[in-house]
T-cell receptor, first 117, second 113 residues
């Protein structure tokens, strides 16, 4: 199983809603990532979890709250989002963050396309 | 600011053509380099890692020039299915922390019949 799955595929929410995005991998990977991608732009890193601990938060607003319940699951809790938060949210995983300075390849899920009204 | 720079294209080529993409990176301490492809409204998919000695996978060849901080991707005998955006990806290890991957803005390739 070399797949990263994400649910839901599409999400429309109002600015006062609370919703969660889910990501799952069963490759035994120990690092998981959340990225945000706007149209015609490259993915931008939001959070990194390494061995179930948050290791990087790229100055993401607190209306985005990540959670890693176990090594296979990664959630992104959303609350009081703004219309400019509409984007494709990508989850990725890798075998580890880095070993000896060499980074492992990251494998991406299909993403959740989020629209905030 | 540490960056990864790519020619945005688009590259419009006929089927069967050879096309080369270039990428420069600013952090001389970077150790890991990748090419990803991304189809419209899909996730990035790993195409190949780039090793110091250069590597080849079928019609695709990747080269790394550390002295010039330059990575290339060569696609031979282009197929219609090669049409996509190609993302150059480099780690931005600052030597002290986890580090992360930085994506170039991508080069769009369109292969025409």
């Amino acid at each position: 199983d070399t797949e990263v799955t994400q649910t839901p595929k599409h999400l429309v929410m109002g600015m006062t809603n609370k919703k969660s995005l889910k990501c799952e991998q069963h490759m035994g990977h120990r690092a998981m990532y959340w990225y945000k991608q706007k149209a015609k732009k490259p993915p931008e890193l939001m959070f990194v979890y390494s061995y179930e601990k948050l290791s990087i938060n790229e100055s993401v607003p607190s209306r985005f709250s990540p959670e890693c319940p176990n090594s296979s699951l990664l959630n992104l809790h959303l609350h009081a989002l703004q219309p400019e938060d509409s984007a494709l949210y990508l989850c990725a995983s890798s075998q580890g963050g880095a070993i000896g300075g060499v980074y492992n390849e990251q494998f991406f899920g299909p993403g959740t396309r989020l629209t905030v009204l | 600011r540490k960056e990864v720079e790519q020619d945005p294209g688009p590259f419009n080529v006929p089927e069967g053509a050879t096309v080369a993409f270039n990428c420069t990176y600013s952090n001389s301490a970077s150790q890991s380099f990748f090419w990803y492809r991304q189809d419209c409204r899909k996730e990035p998919k790993l195409l190949m890692s780039v090793y110091s000695s250069g590597n080849e996978d079928g019609r695709f060849t990747a080269q790394l020039n550390r002295a010039s901080q330059y990575i290339s991707l060569l696609i031979r005998d282009s197929k219609l299915s090669d049409s996509a955006t190609y993302l150059c990806v480099v780690n931005m290890d600052d030597g002290g922390s986890q580090g992360n991957l930085i994506f170039g803005k991508g080069t769009k390739l369109s292969v025409k019949p």
